[in-house]
Structure formats: structure tokens, C-alpha cells
């Protein structure tokens, strides 16, 4: 069994931080990619930063030098780092990564629960 568990989600004000992470547990025995997306109310879940797992990233243009993508390896953890926010940010955030659960089959996406990021004065 794979969980995908998010944290750091909540209120913060416009122009302000914040901090997503996102833990893997469980049956693995890889981790490839991993990513943060989002769904606004209304509106279709879309990507917001890609991260391989050889550190390669890429996002998408809204948040483009304003968040940043890291992970660490040795954890299975996925971070996402929210600078300068906006009220348009807010949304349901939730991280996917590829994972192999078993020798010889291939990577599958899994995702975490969500979490809720709102921004407003």
C-alpha cells in the first residue's frame, strides 16, 4: 500500500510564504517523478511544478519565479515553496508521484489526499 500524505496547507496573505510537503510511504521501491497540482473551485486540475528524479524541474507560468519545486530522495518527500501568493493561487493543491511498487512492472501515479491553500487578507 502507497500514501501519498500532504502537509503545510492553510490560510496566508497575499504576498506572503508558504510551504507544502508531501511524504511517500509504504510498498516502494522507486520514486520517478514527482509534482505538485492544483484545483480552483470551478475549475480543472491543472500542473503546477514538475520535479524528475534527477532534479530537473519545470513549471507552470503563473508561478513561475515565485514557487519552487524541491525533494529529498532519502525521504520520499516532495516540497513545494510558495513566495509572493496571490489570490488566484488559492486552491486545492495536491502532489502525484511515479512510483514502482513491484520489480518488473512499470512506475504508476499516485496521489496524495489534497490540501487546501487560500489567500486572503
Known amino acids: 500500500q502507497v500514501q501519498l500524505v500532504e502537509s503545510g496547507g492553510g490560510l496566508v496573505q497575499p504576498g506572503g510564504s508558504q510551504t507544502l510537503s508531501c511524504a511517500a510511504s509504504?510498498?516502494?521501491?522507486?520514486?520517478?517523478?514527482m509534482g505538485w497540482y492544483r484545483q480552483a473551485p470551478g475549475k480543472q486540475r491543472e500542473l503546477v511544478a514538475l520535479?524528475?528524479?534527477?532534479?530537473?524541474?519545470n513549471y507552470t507560468d503563473p508561478v513561475k519565479g515565485r514557487f519552487t519545486i524541491s525533494r529529498d530522495n532519502a525521504k520520499g518527500t516532495v516540497f513545494l515553496q510558495m513566495n509572493r501568493v496571490k489570490p488566484e493561487d488559492t486552491a486545492v493543491y495536491y502532489c502525484n508521484a511515479d512510483i514502482l511498487v513491484h520489480f518488473g512492472s512499470e512506475y504508476r501515479g499516485f496521489w496524495g489526499q489534497g490540501t487546501q491553500v487560500t489567500v486572503s487578507s
Open positions: 509504504g510498498r516502494i521501491l522507486s520514486i520517478g517523478a
Open positions: 520535479i524528475t528524479s534527477g532534479g530537473s524541474t
